[in-house]
């Protein structure tokens, strides 16, 4: 991938990502908000920090390292991406109660219209603000939205120190076990 100029990347402030989505999916991933570099390219989880591609890989979602410009071979897998809040930023931390608050509704309309099977946000922190659960954890939670179960998984970012890449690997692959468990088929 080329490098954009930071004029190139400024522009892309004012441009949105299109979802890959599809109705009736097994798990719809769901990050926080497009970066510039996703919003200038078009690719989610482009910045080559973001260990997202590689997690989903090493957990057994997919059968090989995709390449953000793969995204679309996802669908075929029974997986989507989506974000809470649609406007790209520099840093999550951009973003305002409202427009999480906002995001979680559009969320939640958007999941009851798709329907897929689990709802993965990529942020416990993005979830809490989303939807006013600030007790909630990394795992599965209770409540569904927009009537489908969620899994709050730890955010792929290359800033979160927490998580090494096997460890997350380890959380994605126990939602996969939960989609592809023996409840699946229900």
Request: charged share 20%.
């Amino acid at each position: 991938m080329p490098r954009l100029t930071r004029a190139e990347l400024e522009a892309a402030r004012d441009r949105s990502v299109p979802d890959v989505a599809a109705e009736g999916l097994r798990v719809l991933f769901c990050g926080i908000n497009p970066g510039l570099l996703t919003a200038a390219t078009g690719h989610h989880f482009a910045r080559p920090g973001n260990r997202f591609w590689p997690v989903l890989h090493r957990s057994g979602f997919t059968p090989r390292l995709l390449l953000p410009a793969e995204q679309d071979a996802l669908l075929p897998l029974g997986l989507g991406i989506t974000n809470v809040v649609a406007r790209p930023t520099a840093r999550a931390d951009e973003l305002t109660p409202e427009e999480y608050a906002e995001g979680g509704r559009v969320l939640s309309a958007k999941t009851a219209r798709l329907r897929p099977r689990w709802l993965a946000v990529v942020g416990v922190t993005a979830y809490r603000a989303a939807f006013g659960e600030r007790r909630a954890a990394i795992g599965p939670q209770q409540r569904t939205v927009g009537g489908a179960r969620v899994w709050v998984l730890p955010n792929p970012s290359g800033l979160n120190a927490h998580w090494t890449a096997a460890t997350m690997a380890e959380e994605y692959a126990r939602l996969r076990a939960a989609v592809d468990g023996p409840e699946a088929a229900d």
